[in-house]
């Protein structure tokens, strides 16, 4: 077994792109200076406002979306589902009742095209 580090054998361990490889292992006055000459960023009040003000705008665009989502769904898309069953309710039931009433017999050769006109119909005032 050899002794060597792993960061020793493996080249990509020692030049990686956030790691720059140390010849000192010296933890004095200079590497402080190192990390007392970086540039710092503080978070002021000025950022908070900011921060917070961009959070309140995104909750405003969040609110009006579900608001107009609503609207959709109320003012179109319950109304046509809501004709469009009623209707398709109304013609099973008058279906049913001539059966029952009178011997007749209620075929309809297109099924396809029914449905075709139920949409246009339940549409059609919307």
Do not use: H
Not at 56 to 80: G, K, N
Not at 104 to 126: L, Q, S, W
Request: net charge negative.
């Amino acid at each position: 077994m050899s002794s060597a580090s792993p960061a020793g054998d493996n080249p990509s361990f020692s030049y990686s792109a956030y790691m720059v490889p140390s010849t000192q292992n010296t933890y004095g006055s200079e590497s402080d200076d190192d990390i007392a000459s970086l540039p710092s960023e503080s978070t002021t009040d000025s950022d908070l406002e900011t921060l917070s003000d961009d959070f309140s705008d995104a909750e405003a665009e969040w609110r009006e979306s579900i608001e107009q989502l609503e609207l959709l769904l109320s003012m179109v898309l319950v109304p046509f589902i809501g004709k469009y069953f009623g209707r398709k309710c109304a013609y099973w039931g008058w279906t049913s009742f001539m059966q029952w009433k009178y011997p007749v017999e209620v075929v309809m050769r297109n099924p396809a095209a029914f449905k075709a006109a139920g949409i246009i119909e339940a549409a059609a005032t919307i």
